[in-house]
């Protein structure tokens, strides 16, 4: 007791002296010797620890629990949660209204919305077939609108006024006088109950947003068919969707054997197409019978981020970030995949490399000090300069986070080999995730097989041909991808796909995984979305 309590005292001693009390702490927890050892003759002493022997633990703690059979151990056990949760927890496994995916037979213009954080787009989409290869999708004209801090502050009706205006504004000259309703599909990125395909119950918007004062809990579909006939526009919501489910869409109606959507930015998502039967009644809520009639497959929304409870292989920086967390079980997966959280880990592995061996010249930057201050996409720059001086990563590193004592190369290989077992982790936890729901799919199609031996209808107008096939020829799987973190991360996109090649390969199933990019997935899955809902 004595000894931790002189320690504690040195580390607030060395918080009185400038540093931050996490540097302290984390000196303390690394070697308690080292806090008698860093001032010497007003000269501070650094460990004999090198940043070489620093490096190797931290590859043995980020990488060492994946190597081997680590992650096909892991995906087990990730796929258990998924499985669990097919019947339980209202927060995750959520099976969506939308049963249908395109044939790729669907054709004409549609109106689509994307409504973002900190965009409104409004866009016309023409779909030509999947058989005008190259062709099959484009947004024939489509116009942005900033939603600007004035804008989120606009409360209630006042907000999707504005929303109505800017939808009269693109399209009023297109629309005959004569015109019946106009369908629209929309991409809603913000939490939403649906209650039907086109109408959902406004929940908080979070992100800065007032527009739900006095709306929580009305029908979005209402509310925007209200605002627009201000507008003399007879609009009806026919579809909508969110932004994994919205990807799925987009290239599934290019490749008919897309199955996933996946989103990997600041945050992340999967949507999957699973069979009706593998949940239990009670995930779907309150629906008509009708619905179940008419579906045999769902999209549904995973909520990725909210697996991994008790399974995730963490590390002392993990451990860290999540006891500052405000919800640190919340999304404990999303806190090692996503582009939000990958700075913050590496930023606490640098400050306790600057306390223990010297790095930065043991002079942590003063911007370092602050949680979530090293951004990913300054890793991920760092990580692109492959070149033997290193320039471009010093320039990035030293722009954002400048210090009295100049880094070095060698700091900027420590740190960026950091960076890279960081990401790497992240594209093999993420290929475990694609490949458990593959494994998953799988299993609850051979489950409904056995309910329903005769071919079930998941399409909005036929069976799409690769479900005929697939009971003759091994499968091969299409995962569209969107975001920041996975399109331009250097090497991440093909060190996922690696790894889940390596993982399908020693699956019992037979057929491949792919990663397919879905460029404006958003407005163009809520069109396809459209044009399923009005195929029906």
């Known amino acids: 007791m004595t000894t931790l309590k002189k320690s504690l005292l040195a580390a607030l001693k060395s918080f009185l002296r400038g540093r931050s009390f996490l540097q302290a702490l984390l000196a303390f927890w690394v070697n308690p010797k080292t806090m ?43 796929k258990r949660q998924f499985r669990e949760r097919l019947h339980s927890h209202a927060e995750c496994m959520l099976p969506s209204f939308n049963h249908l995916l395109p044939t790729g037979k669907e054709q004409g213009q549609y109106l689509a919305l994307d409504v973002g954080g900190s965009t409104l787009r409004v866009a016309l989409v023409e779909l030509r077939g999947r058989e005008a290869t190259g062709r099959e999708s484009e947004i024939v004209r489509m116009v942005s609108f900033k939603i600007t801090p004035e804008i989120k502050k ?15 504004e693109v399209i009023h000259k297109d629309i005959s006088p004569d015109q019946d309703t106009i369908p629209i599909g929309l991409a809603w990125s913000f939490p939403v109950e649906q209650v039907s395909l086109g109408g959902g119950l406004l929940l908080g918007m979070g992100k800065g947003f007032l527009a739900t004062n006095g709306l929580l809990g009305q029908d979005l579909g209402e509310i925007i068919k209200f605002a627009c006939r201000k507008q003399g526009l007879n609009v009806q919501l026919a579809a909508i969707v969110n932004d994994s489910s919205a990807t799925l869409l987009s290239q599934a109606y290019v490749h008919a054997s897309t199955r ?129 001086t290193l320039e471009k990563a010093l320039e990035h590193f030293t722009t954002h986070h400048p210090s009295t004592v100049p ?90 796909q690696q790894y889940i090649d390596n993982l399908v390969d020693g699956s019992e199933y037979p057929g491949s995984v792919d990663l397919v990019p879905a460029l404006e997935s958003s407005i163009l899955g809520a069109a396809v979305a459209l044009a399923c809902a009005t195929a029906e």
């Open 260 to 388: 996933f959507g996946l989103i990997l930015g600041t945050g992340t998502n999967i949507a999957v197409h699973l069979p009706v039967s593998a949940f239990s009644r009670s995930k779907y809520g309150t629906r008509p019978e009708s619905w179940f009639d008419s579906a045999s497959h769902v999209i549904v929304n995973t909520e990725l981020g909210m697996f991994g409870k008790d399974i995730l292989p963490l590390t002392r920086w993990d451990e860290l970030l999540n006891a500052a967390h405000p919800r640190p079980e919340f999304q404990p997966l999303e806190h090692l995949l996503s582009g939000y959280y990958l700075g913050e880990i590496c930023r606490l592995a640098i400050v306790e490399a600057v306390e223990t061996t010297g790095l930065l010249g043991g002079q942590l930057p003063p911007s370092l000090e602050k949680p979530y201050s090293l951004d990913t996409e300054v890793l991920s720059r760092m990580e692109a300069d492959t070149s033997p």
């Open 154 to 168: 606009l409360e209630g009706m006042s907000f999707f006024d504005w929303m109505a205006a800017r939808i009269y």
């Open 407 to 496: 880094p070095t190369v060698s700091d900027i290989i420590a740190i960026r080999t950091l960076a890279t077992f960081i990401s790497r982790r992240s594209a093999a936890l993420l290929a475990a995730s694609v490949f458990s729901l593959w494994d998953l799919r799988h299993e609850t199609e051979a489950e409904h097989a056995k309910l329903t031996p005769t071919p079930s209808n998941d399409s909005a107008v036929a069976l799409p041909e690769i479900e005929v096939a697939q009971a003759a020829t091994p499968e091969s799987t299409k995962v569209a991808f969107n975001g920041s973190v996975i399109e331009h991360y250097p090497r991440y996109l093909a060190t996922c």
């Open 36 to 78: 008698k050892e860093q001032h010497v003759d007003g000269k501070r002493i650094y460990p004999s620890r090198t940043i070489d022997q620093f490096l190797k633990e931290a590859e043995e703690l980020l990488l060492g629990p994946i190597d081997g059979d680590g992650l096909r151990r892991y995906s087990s056990e990730l």
